[in-house]
């Protein structure tokens, strides 16, 4: 791969990396920077983030059906939550799945943002890298 192309996209995702962190913090999103990928392959840069952040994004209506319990399970290990009073993880899970299908969860859109930014860096910094190399000629 050419160098320069390297060196842009390593620019690049530092850049999406801010973005991600600015629009994150925006909709109060924390713990985020451990599963959201931003990685180059080959000649292009891969975003990647967990299928349950589309819940996170749309949120969930109060009285709909109850999510995975074995979901919530993984979730619950994943923060290294210890339940106490008796209850199993499994028991753990099933009271959040429950109250989540009662209550809902609250939307916190992100998704439209991050990629709209993707894009707008992107397009930027590869106008500019397509200048100067036409300039180079």
Do not use: H
Request: charged letters at 25%; aromatic letters at 8%.
């Amino acid at each position: 791969m050419d160098k320069d192309l390297q060196k842009e996209l390593k620019k690049l995702t530092k850049a999406i990396n801010v973005a991600v962190s600015k629009i994150m913090k925006k909709v109060g999103i924390k713990n985020y920077a451990d599963k959201i990928k931003i990685e180059i392959r080959n000649s292009f840069i891969e975003v990647s983030i967990p299928d349950y952040y589309i819940y996170v994004d749309s949120g969930r209506k109060a009285g709909s059906k109850m999510p995975p319990v074995l979901s919530i399970m993984r979730w619950i290990g994943t923060k290294g939550i210890n339940p106490s009073g008796g209850i199993s993880r499994r028991q753990l899970a099933f009271i959040i799945a429950r109250s989540i299908a009662n209550k809902g969860i609250a939307p916190r859109p992100f998704i439209v943002a991050l990629r709209a930014a993707i894009e707008d860096l992107t397009l930027k910094t590869f106008s500019n890298f397509i200048d100067t190399k036409l300039k180079q000629l």
